[in-house]
């Protein structure tokens, strides 16, 4: 059965930092691509970075430069590093993976970016 399960949201004033996690079990991790998403109210799922199995990463061009994905694959998990936060990265942010061809996603967790 796999699971993820994130944690690490949180309220944060502008220009502040935050790091996400995301620990996940039943799939054979090292071999998995990761994915963070985020979805702000009234808007479309995103991608916002994403970390190969071999440590490949992608970013939005919106959080470059002040996000940071990595993992440590003997810990299982899965790290958003958000630096230099905006408000409009408020949102419910989710980890995902793929494995055996279904998409698989954390509970989500808020992150609420405020003055």
């Known amino acids: 059965q796999v699971q993820l399960v994130e944690s690490g949201g949180g309220l944060v004033q502008p220009g502040g930092s935050l790091t996400l996690s995301c620990a996940v079990s039943?799939?054979?991790?090292?071999?998995?691509?990761m994915g963070w998403y985020r979805q702000a109210p009234g808007k479309e799922r995103e991608l916002v970075a994403s970390?190969?199995?071999?440590?490949?990463?992608n970013y939005v061009d919106s959080v470059k430069g002040r996000f940071a994905i990595s993992r440590d694959n003997t810990k299982n998990t899965v790290y958003l590093r958000m630096n230099s936060l905006k408000p409009e990265d408020t949102a419910v942010y989710y980890c995902?993976?793929?494995?055996?061809?279904?998409?698989?996603w954390g509970q989500g967790t808020q992150v609420t970016v405020s003055s």
């Open positions: 995902n993976t793929v494995w055996v061809s279904r998409n698989y």
């Open positions: 039943g799939t054979i991790f090292s071999f998995t691509t």
């Open positions: 970390i190969s199995g071999g440590g490949t990463t």
